[in-house]
């Protein structure tokens, strides 16, 4: 049988360097593949188009070659097929989470070389109103924050770029009333942060949660309840160590389903993979095994998985009916 492989490169990704592996991606691709296409995005939505063309027009394998937002890209046009392509990627982005989470190498020629050596494994996917993502949503100021990361700070600093950013806007009390209902029980706190992430990787930073295989049918929940700058010092350490949940500024839960709401009149935005997303209220659903990625994982569980980090301010507590805190 013939096969076929579509790759969507970002030019601008890599700092302008991804185009320079068309080729090499090609002679790889050519040992087991007969037809190949190369896609080059000009502009927002060309990777979401040439995704659905691509699953359309029947290609077996769909590589991204970018950074975390042409993933995005990618996976909102192949979301809301029946029949996606198995998907490739190449990371050449400041963060790539996904690629992080999935031990794909940064290194760009080993990426290559998993093309056809990795292992296919099926993903989660989240979906807020009609995005989808594969890394995190976040709502809160530190968010904003992290929006607002220039390039060339991110191109210097990498995952540090998003910490100093945070630091910066810790000097402001920007903290929000907020409910979080969580299968049968019903958070309400003041926070300063929450994250959903699909994967593992948060900013950069491998295994947040040490001790959790991806795909485990659950949102995994944590709450962090101060965000200060000793503590964000603190936190950081433990991001890189993959012990987040084990700090004592942290309490963990686990739900299936997730919707969040805020409790004032004021406009909360959120950041999805990085870009804008929609304001508050919204539902979060999960897409268990939705997607084949090509990974250098070995086996895991293959129940969904989407967690919840909420990093949180004041005291805060589980309960079971709407009540105060």
């Known amino acids: 049988m013939k096969k076929s492989a579509m790759i969507i490169i970002n ?58 937002g042409t993933v995005n890209e990618i996976v909102n046009g192949l979301a809301i097929l029946d029949n996606p392509p198995l998907l490739g990627i190449i990371p050449m982005g400041t963060i790539n989470n996904l690629a992080k989470s999935l031990e794909i190498p940064i290194e760009t020629e080993e990426a290559i070389e998993l093309l056809l050596s990795g292992v296919e494994r099926e993903i989660d996917i989240g979906r807020v109103e009609d995005t989808y993502f594969v890394s995190s949503i976040s709502i809160g100021r530190a968010a904003e924050a992290i ?61 947040i949660l040490g001790d959790v295989e991806i795909g485990d049918g659950n949102f995994h929940i944590l709450a962090i309840k101060i965000l200060d700058i000793p503590k964000l010092m603190t936190m950081t350490t433990s991001l890189i160590l993959g012990e987040i949940e084990d700090s004592d500024n942290v309490s963990y ?52 998985v989407i967690k919840v980090c909420i990093f949180k301010y004041r005291n805060m507590k589980i309960i079971s009916t709407y009540d105060k805190i």
Do not use: C
């Open 11 to 68: 030019p601008t990704a890599g700092k302008e360097e991804a185009g320079k592996y068309e080729d090499k991606i090609k002679d790889t691709l050519k040992r087991d593949y007969e037809k190949i296409l190369v896609k080059y995005t000009k502009g927002e939505g060309d990777a979401r188009e040439f995704a659905k063309r691509a699953s359309k027009d029947g290609f077996d394998l769909l590589v991204s070659l970018g950074g975390d």
């Open 147 to 207: 929006n607002e990361v220039k390039i060339e700070d991110k191109s210097k600093l990498g995952s540090m770029a998003y910490i100093v950013s945070i630091a910066k806007e810790l000097m402001e009390d920007d903290i929000f009333p907020v409910e979080i209902q969580m299968d049968d029980k019903t958070w309400q706190g003041e926070l300063a942060l929450i994250i959903v992430g699909v994967a593992d990787s948060l900013g950069g930073f491998k295994s």
């Open 253 to 304: 839960f686990t739900s299936k389903d997730i919707k969040i709401r805020a409790l004032d009149k004021k406009v909360h935005g959120s950041l999805i993979d990085g870009e804008k997303g929609p304001n508050l209220p919204f539902e979060l659903k999960v897409f268990p095994r939705h997607l084949t990625v090509i990974t250098g994982l070995e086996d895991w569980s293959s129940s969904p």
